[in-house]
């Protein structure tokens, strides 16, 4: 069974500090993608990453998958309290994607 | 933007009855999907179709659920005499270059 595991689960910290969280496996993904979700909502993807190494950047978001795409990380610079939400991870295989538990965040004022 | 819309957004059945979610996917998209979220616990994956068929499917999976895409614009989720532990939020998504989700349609069955 593919299991995608994040870290930490919950993680609360002042507005404008960095902060990192991690997606981790012991299975390769053919891509994986990092997700928010909202109470009562859908996900809603943020960003895919394709090729081991790779890293991209959304604003003040960072995403890195690891080399050998068992691995992904998301790090926040300078966090705002419009950060705080749920950021799920999920890593595609076969026809489908697998989730994460989650990261709840939460960013204080 | 292009978004997945679903309905009904919140559904009670009594405990034995079939339920219809309904679905309409981005109209470009190919493949379709239903996931299921318990409430607390993580996005699970239901069903993947494509080209008119179940491409893959999970352990969760069973003769209880089946999927239909009646005409050229809506996907459904058919859950046969449902039980108490099929209340969760049913989550429709459908992929062209990346995943996109609806809001989903909250099931309580009492």
């Known amino acids: 069974t593919q299991l995608l595991e994040q870290s930490p689960q919950f993680l609360s910290i002042q507005e404008g500090e960095n902060l990192t969280v991690y997606c981790n496996s012991s299975?390769?993904?053919?891509?994986l993608q990092w997700y928010r979700q909202e109470p009562g909502e859908g996900p809603v993807l943020l960003v895919t990453?394709?090729?081991?190494?790779e890293v991209k950047k959304l604003k003040r978001l960072t995403f890195q998958f690891g080399d050998a795409r068992k691995d992904s990380s998301l790090h926040i610079t300078a966090a705002q309290p419009g950060d705080t939400g749920l950021y799920l991870c999920?890593?595609?295989?076969?026809?489908?994607?697998?989730f994460g538990k989650g990261t709840r965040l939460h960013i204080l004022p | 933007e292009p978004e997945v819309t679903q309905t009904p957004s919140h559904q009670v059945t009594q405990m034995g009855q079939e339920v219809i979610l309904r679905c309409v996917p981005i109209?470009?998209?190919?493949?379709f999907y239903w996931y299921r979220q318990i409430l607390g616990q993580k996005v699970e994956f239901l069903v993947s179709?494509?080209?008119?068929?179940?491409?893959?499917k999970s352990e969760i999976f069973d003769d209880q659920f089946s999927v239909e895409r009646p005409d050229g614009s809506n996907f459904t989720l058919k859950i046969r005499s449902t039980k108490l532990e099929d209340s969760a939020m049913y989550f429709c998504?459908?992929?062209?270059?990346?995943?996109?989700f609806g809001s989903g349609t909250r099931l309580t069955v009492v």
């Open positions: 998504a459908s992929s062209g270059f990346g995943y996109t």
């Open positions: 299975s390769v993904f053919s891509s």
């Open positions: 990453v394709v090729t081991g190494g």
């Open positions: 999920a890593g595609a295989t076969g026809d489908k994607i697998i």
């Open positions: 109209s470009n998209h190919l493949y």
């Open positions: 179709f494509y080209n008119n068929e179940i491409s893959e």
